[in-house]
């Protein structure tokens, strides 16, 4: 009889684990697999879609990088998540071109925003499809 309950057991802890296994959702990376390491990544839309426009430098004029789906047909004031792949250090972005205006903190590496309709800049505001620069470090 213990042998049974034994095997029984084992058998509900299988196919509970299998259950978990098929109900659990996509990880935060497999959301922003598109953007290699040494990049810092963005998204026109929140949970890492449409996109991503990737840099691994400084980035002064976002306006000078097309993307076919934001307002003004580039990436600039067209931004709603982001993901710091970089190799080593943080991220600042910016409102303005060339690092001018309001800034967001520095995004350490491996952080990520998936919607940042929920933070806000230094002087206050939602950077949400304000973002026009980005400075490394």
């Known amino acids: 009889m213990g042998k049974m309950l034994r095997r029984c057991a084992a058998a509900v802890a299988g196919l509970a684990l ?11 990376g497999d959301r922003y697999a598109g953007c290699p390491p040494t990049y810092f990544c963005v998204w026109a839309a929140s949970d890492f ?22 307002p003004s047909g580039t990436w600039s004031n067209c931004v709603s998540s982001v993901f710091n792949n970089g190799q080593n250090c943080a991220v600042t972005f910016y409102d303005g071109n060339n690092y001018a205006g309001a800034f ?9 925003l998936a919607n940042l309709a929920y933070d806000r800049w230094s002087d206050g505001t939602s950077p949400n499809d304000k973002i026009s620069s980005h400075k490394w470090c």
Do not use: M
């Open 18 to 28: 299998t259950l978990v296994c098929l109900v659990e959702p996509a990880s935060a």
């Open 104 to 112: 967001y903190y520095q995004l350490p590496r491996g952080s990520f």
């Open 49 to 70: 879609n449409d996109g991503p426009g990737k840099w691994q430098n400084n980035e002064p004029n976002y306006a000078i990088w097309g993307h076919g789906t934001c």
